[in-house]
Nanobody
Framework: VQLVESGGGLVQPGGSLRLSCAVS????????MSWFRQASGKEREWVAA????????DYADSVKGRVTISRDNGKNTVYLRMNSLKAEDTAVYYC?????????WGQGTPVTVSS
């Protein structure tokens, strides 16, 4: 199982980014996919999750209203659209696939919000 994040980069405050997480070696359509982030010197924190088959989404209070998680099961990819970015959103963003017996992480994609 391999998870590969992409889409991170440098963005100005107030800007937007869309992160992607492509999953290979596993059909993830039945499982919860999540995004986490870890800022320098801080613990990794949960950002958002999307479930199947309900499609239910949940968000951390710190990003609610600014972030949208979505998935394309045909492409085995989950997305994180982030708007109105703030300096405090600067972190390495990771996606996570959680099955009944295992959890799998990607290598992360860095996001820097700075002018």
């Amino acid at each position: 199982v391999q998870l590969v994040e992409s889409g991170g980069g440098l963005v100005q405050p107030g800007g937007s980014l869309r992160l992607s997480c492509a999953v290979s070696g596993f059909t993830f359509s039945r499982y919860v996919m999540s995004w986490f982030r870890q800022a320098s010197g801080k613990e990794r924190e949960w950002v958002a999750a999307i479930s199947e088959p309900s499609g239910r989404t949940d968000y951390a209070d710190s990003v609610k209203g600014r972030v949208t998680i979505s998935r394309d099961n045909g492409k085995n990819t989950v997305y994180l659209r982030m708007n109105s970015l703030k300096a405090e959103d600067t972190a390495v963003y990771y996606c996570k696939l959680e099955t009944i017996s295992n959890s799998y992480w990607g290598q992360g994609t860095p996001v820097t919000v700075s002018s």
